[in-house]
Nanobody, 119 residues
Framework: QVHLVESGGGLVQPGGSLRLSCTTSGSIFSISAMGWYRQVPGKQRELVARFFSGDTTDVADSVKGRFTISRDRAKNTAYLEMNNLKPEDTAVYYC?????????????WGQGTLVTVSS
């Protein structure tokens, strides 16, 4: 069994900060990519930030300089530190992980966590 659990999110005022966490567990040999996507109603899900090919990061232009992705390899956990949040950051944030298990490649999605930026 392989699991992915995300936490964090909530309501914050513009200019505020939040941190999202995402942890994978189970019979995982390695993690080839891990990060966050977000989606608002009526729009496609978009990449926010992710790790891939080791420690290479890919960060959306809209959040560069405000959001930071980091990871704790020992805990199979990734974090998204979100600073200077703007109303346009309001969305459901989904953690995504591409993992290798004993049965092969598996892509995991979290249940989503709502981030609301509003005064």
């Amino acid at each position: 069994q392989v699991h992915l659990v995300e936490s964090g999110g909530g309501l914050v005022q513009p200019g505020g900060s939040l941190r999202l966490s995402c942890t994978t567990s189970g019979s995982i040999f390695s993690i080839s990519a891990m990060g966050w996507y977000r989606q608002v109603p009526g729009k496609q899900r978009e990449l926010v930030a992710r790790f891939f090919s080791g420690d290479t990061t890919d960060v959306a232009d809209s959040v560069k300089g405000r959001f930071t992705i980091s990871r704790d390899r020992a805990k199979n956990t990734a974090y998204l530190e979100m600073n200077n949040l703007k109303p346009e950051d309001t969305a459901v944030y989904y953690c995504n992980a591409a993992v290798i298990t004993k049965t092969g490649y598996l892509e995991l999605w979290g249940q989503g966590t709502l981030v609301t930026v509003s005064s």
